[in-house]
């Protein structure tokens, strides 16, 4: 079962493995059954994949999903910002429309 680093990062955050970040990015880049798990709960959807700890405060939903292209496009930033600020974002850096400025903030 796939864990994320122990180390705190910037925000308090605690930094995605490199592969489960990856696997993440490829199931909301393609998968419209992950896709539908994940918007509705994202706990679940991250257990599903094997983020075993530190996920309590990752748990609020999102209200509309960002298309799975805008995830593709923006997948070096996505991918850079969740091996290095963390997980506790998670949700929040898929949100519709609002990838690129979330990792713009970060």
Known sequence: MGTMANTPA??????????????LLDLLSSDNAFRRQFKKDPKAALVSIGLSTGIERSCS????????????????Q?????ISVGAFTIPHCFEAGKVASTLRRK
């Open 78 to 82: 996505l991918r850079a910002h969740l």
């Open 10 to 23: 910037r925000g308090g955050g605690t930094p995605l493995d490199p592969k489960l970040a990856d696997r």
């Open 61 to 76: 939903s999102i209200s509309t999903m960002a298309r799975k292209e805008e995830i593709a496009r923006s997948r070096d």
